[in-house]
């Protein structure tokens, strides 16, 4: 079945403990995005890839880091998070001009 | 800077009944991509259509149907007959040609009531 997973689902810790959130898609696309989604905000991108070791800012990347070292992965780094870096974040991949697919979201909460 | 504004918050309306929700954009850009997602209650995004710059015919699809107006910047969504099950946020994006940078508005939660 064509997926984006993401790793974990739900997540609190604590400020300042280092986390990653994976995000796996196994339809061979080369673009892959993640969002934070904030109510009244709607989503935001953070960062996205268009290719293996091809990454750019989105709107919001402060705080965030990401690496893209094989075109099915995408892993979200948090080097230190903070209380305002929780939020439901998206993971999503695309074949290029088309629609994005979406993972399934990980709730974040950090306290 | 690019904008999509989505300006209904919430909508409210009685099954059956047609709705629209209206998205305005702001670009400099000629080549540019245009989205519309549900976000079901369950949460996950699901995508629902994609329109070019360079295309300005409406689309209907069933219940759904687009009119993109580049004279306005708008690409409106209506669903028409509406059912309970179109309860969801509605979120309406766009991507300019040649980046994979994309700006989502807000959204409109729509509620469907039986």
Redesign the interface.
């Known amino acids: 079945e064509a997926q984006v997973t993401q790793n974990p689902r739900y997540l609190i810790t604590v400020t300042g403990k280092k986390l990653t959130v994976t995000c796996s898609q196994n339809m061979n696309h080369e673009?892959m995005?993640w969002?934070r989604q904030d109510p009244?905000?709607?989503?935001?991108?953070i960062y996205?890839s268009?290719n293996v070791e091809v990454t750019?800012k989105?709107?919001v990347p402060e705080g965030y880091k990401v690496s893209r070292k094989e075109k099915r992965n995408f892993p979200l780094i948090l080097e230190s998070p903070s209380p305002n870096q929780t939020s439901?974040y998206?993971c999503?991949s695309?074949p290029g001009?088309?629609?994005?697919?979406?993972g399934?979201?990980t709730r974040l909460t950090v306290l | 800077a690019q904008k999509v504004t989505q300006a209904q918050t919430e909508i409210s309306v009685v099954e059956k009944e047609d709705v629209t929700l209206d998205c305005v954009y702001e670009t400099r850009d000629t080549t540019y991509y245009l989205f519309w997602y549900k976000q079901p209650p369950s949460g996950e995004l699901v995508f629902l259509i994609r329109r070019n710059s360079f295309d300005e015919q409406n689309e209907i699809s069933g219940r759904y149907s687009w009119n993109f107006q580049k004279s306005t910047s708008s690409f409106n969504f209506t669903i028409t007959a509406s059912q309970v099950v179109d309860s969801a946020v509605y979120f309406c994006a766009m991507r300019s040609s040649g980046t994979y940078k994309y700006i989502f508005g807000t959204g409109t939660r729509l509620k469907v009531l039986a």
Do not use: I, N, T, V
Request: avoid cysteine; glycine fraction near 20%.
């Open positions: 673009y995005s969002y009244g905000l709607g989503l935001r991108q996205y268009m750019d989105g709107d439901l998206f999503a695309s001009k088309g629609e994005q697919f979406f399934p979201g």
